[in-house]
C-alpha cells in the first residue's frame, strides 16, 4: 500500500472505478454494519493495547469477497481505495496509489480543479465513516477493559493433520461474558455493547466455510521435511 495525498492539482485527471476486489486477509468493520455482514463473515478482535473490530477473508489474502460473493460488502471495502488521516491540524483525504481502482477510467475526482458532486459525496461518506469507526474502537476497547476477550486460532484437520489457518485475533468468551456484574451487563445493554456481542459471537459459525476457502484457495505450504 502506498498512501498519497489527494491532490487536485497532482491528481487532476483521477478517476475512480468499482470493480475490483479487496486482497486483504482482513479488513476493519462498524457497529453498524456487523449485524449483516455477520450473516457471512467471521468478525472478529485484533489483539493489540486498542483493539479494532475485523471481518476475517483469509489467511494471507481475501479468499472470500468475489464475483460471486453474495453477502454485505464492509464498507472499509466499499470506501478503498480513499481514506482519512490526520495531517497536521486536518484532516485529508488520502488514497491507495497502488489500488486498481483507480487505474484507467471511471468517476471523476476533479473537474476544472474542483471537486466533482462525487468527490463532494465521498467526503461526507468518510466523515461518517470515521465517526463510526471511532465510536467502534470505543466499543472494542470496552470489551477488552472487561476482560471478556479471549485470543483464538482457526485450524484445520486435513489427511489426519492438524494446520493453523489463523491466529492474532480474539474472540468474546461467552462465560465471562455472562458472569459480567448486572450493572456492567445493563451499562453494555444501554450502549448496544450486548447486540454488538451477539452479532460477533453468532458470525463465529462462518469460521467453518472461511477455512474451507482457505484451504482450497490459499492453503498453508506444509513445513519441508
Known amino acids: 500500500m502506498t498512501p498519497v495525498v489527494l491532490d487536485s492539482a497532482k491528481h487532476a485527471d483521477l478517476k475512480y472505478h468499482a470493480d475490483a476486489f479487496p486482497t486483504a486477509p482482513f479488513v476493519p468493520v ?6 449483516y455482514c455477520a450473516d457471512s463473515l467471521v468478525i472478529v478482535f485484533t489483539i493489540e493495547k486498542e483493539p479494532k473490530m475485523v471481518a476475517l477473508l483469509g489467511r494471507t489474502k481475501n479468499v472470500l469477497i468475489d ?13 478503498y481505495p480513499f481514506f482519512l488521516a490526520q495531517i497536521g491540524d ?24 474542483k471537486p466533482t458532486p462525487f468527490l463532494e459525496n465521498l467526503k461526507e461518506v468518510m466523515k461518517n465513516y470515521a465517526d463510526l469507526d471511532m465510536r467502534t474502537r470505543v466499543a ?12 483464538k486460532e482457526l485450524g484445520m484437520n486435513s489427511d489426519g493433520k492438524s494446520a493453523s489457518l489463523l491466529n492474532g485475533f480474539s474472540v468474546v468468551d461467552r462465560e465471562k461474558l455472562s458472569k459480567l456484574s448486572d450493572k456492567k451487563l445493563a451499562d453494555f445493554a444501554r450502549r448496544g455493547y450486548l447486540e454488538l456481542a451477539y452479532y460477533h459471537l453468532r458470525s463465529l459459525s462462518n469460521f467453518q466455510r472461511l477455512g474451507d476457502k482457505i484451504m482450497q484457495l490459499d492453503p498453508p505450504t506444509a513445513p519441508k521435511a
Open 30 to 35: 462498524i457497529a453498524p454494519e456487523i449485524p
Open 90 to 113: 486536518q484532516t485529508a483525504i488520502c488514497f491507495d496509489e497502488d489500488a486498481q481502482q483507480i487505474k484507467g477510467g471511471g468517476e471523476a475526482l476533479f473537474k476544472d480543479g
Open 67 to 79: 464475483k460471486d460473493y453474495k453477502g454485505t460488502v464492509p464498507s472499509s471495502v466499499q470506501n
Open 140 to 151: 472494542a476497547a470496552e470489551f477488552q477493559k472487561a476482560g471478556i476477550l479471549e485470543a
